[in-house]
């Protein structure tokens, strides 16, 4: 029961993904991006990951795709206009299948090496760091750098541990370094269109 | 055997909804009644005792009304709009507990489910401004999704606020914390946080924006009528009931009560108090819609973001900071 269920909700999310580029009126496609966030997030709860899922639809469904929706009611553009930008782009199209495989094949090739080594280095320091600060002993390796802290690890521990708690343990030690990275890309996100509009006053 | 537990299912999800539906349905006649003692008039008073059965009246009234569909309208979102509103404000009670394991759904993630559902309700709203194909429909569901965005961040740093003392996401849980005191003690500017953007939320006087019927008609409902209409009505109204039990549960102990004599009957007293204490806050809302006039939208906006939504931070940084700093981090393991 549950994998046809699942089957339809992924096949539901790829069919609201491509009527999200096909359909001619904006509103309609943002309408069906919405549709696509919700498949995913039906997907992530059936499959026992809840809390991704339910963020899911906080994050993208109730504020970014809000705000998408919000913006594309108020703008006032005829129909026509898209649908000939939109002929001039298909034109493109094998332009795009190229750019797209070379991007594909980079981030292929980048990504395994960036997670397993480069990682380490500065996790070590975090945890070196953090040791100094709390007065905990470090001497132990970076793979036990939550056994340092917590004593229990997220996989090993028999006290039921909450999917969330698991999140987290994996979030603030070994993902530490990824975790920073991305908090200061979503700082220089909101400072930087700021910086952009802002007119010095005369 | 899956067809036998299907059905046991959906008897349960009957037998929590028809009264939910009751209840949205007297909520109606509470209003009436209250706005009517407190301007000193009489109210409906001719169906049933008292008026009691005036909002059958109302709703059979409404129904055999003719439907009427502008002609410019996107007709499939049209008929949307209201089914999301009262779908999702009824999907909402899928994780309220009525008793001890009374609920549809003992979820794990309750609360966080809760704030989704009720995110996902501001697109009826969206919706039924823009299919409409009416300016005044059109800008009252841009104003109430503007409000209704702003204040679910208020609501939501509240909510993390009760989170952050239990250490739970689950509402049994949480109920089930407040046994030696309610939270409404440790925690009252939170709670007065909580229900003014619960007003908010929920489109009350005074933030009853959308509604300006003095600029705006009626709001984001203006071209709906007859059936579709009772749909927004009882979405609107199952939704500040909802608001009143979530109130109830994360500040006043939910079900809790002391327990002053051994009940040994079969009758479950845990219930008719978490409808007592519902009640309180439904009368709460009725009572702030006939003292507060209606604010500006400006000012509605700038207190949201200005006022209420600092005080918010402050007080996601301060509680946790107290709990720390006298190490009584209640759920340390």
Known sequence: MNTILLDVLAFGAVLSGVLVITSANPVISVLFLISVFVNAAGYLLLLGVGFIGISYLIVYVGAIAILFLFVVMMLNISITEIVSVGREYTKNLPLGFVVGTVFFFEILSVIPAATTEAGELPLGLFTYINGLLLGVDTSLTNSDVHMAFTGVGADNGFSPYLQIETIGQGLYTYGTVWLLLASIILLLAMVGPIALCLRPRA | ?333
């Open chain 2, 1 to 333: 055997m899956t067809i036998l537990s299907t059905l046991y299912n959906l008897l349960e999800v009957l037998i929590v909804l028809v009264p939910i539906l009751l209840a949205v349905a007297f909520m109606t006649i509470i209003e009436r009644k209250v706005l009517a003692a407190m301007q000193r008039r009489v109210g409906p008073n001719k169906v049933g005792y008292y008026g009691v059965l005036q909002p059958f009246a109302d709703a059979l009234k409404l129904v055999v009304k003719e439907t009427v569909v502008p002609a410019q309208a996107t007709v499939s979102l049209f008929y949307l709009a209201p089914v999301i509103t009262l779908v999702f404000s009824l999907l909402g009670w899928a994780v309220i507990p009525f008793g001890a394991g009374l609920t549809i759904s003992d979820f794990p993630l309750g609360i966080l489910y809760t704030l989704a559902i009720s995110s996902i309700g501001v697109y009826g709203v969206l919706f039924a401004g823009w299919s409409a194909n009416s300016k005044y429909a059109f800008l009252g569901s841009l104003r109430s999704t503007a409000q209704m965005i702003s204040y679910e961040l208020v609501l939501g740093s509240a909510i993390l606020i009760v989170i952050i003392m239990t250490g739970s996401f689950n509402i049994t849980t949480i109920i089930e914390n407040q046994e030696a005191i309610w939270f409404v003690v440790p925690l009252l500017p939170v709670f007065i946080v909580f229900f003014i953007s619960a007003l908010a939320e929920t489109n009350r006087t005074p933030f009853d924006l959308p509604e300006a019927e003095s600029e705006l008609v009626a709001g984001f409902f203006t071209e709906h009528s007859g059936m579709i209409f009772v749909f927004f009505f009882l979405g609107e109204y199952c939704s500040i009931v909802l608001m009143s039990t979530l109130t109830a549960i994360l500040f006043f102990g939910g079900y809790n009560m002391p327990e002053l004599f051994i009940n040994d009957t079969f009758v479950n007293l845990q219930s008719i108090v978490l409808g007592l204490k519902t009640c309180l806050f439904c009368f709460l809302f009725v009572w702030f819609r006939a003292t507060l006039p209606r604010m500006r939208y400006d000012g509605l906006m700038v207190f949201c973001w200005t006022g209420m939504l600092p005080i918010a931070i402050a007080l996601v940084v301060l509680v946790p900071s107290i709990l720390v700093a006298f190490d009584i981090i209640p759920y340390q393991n």
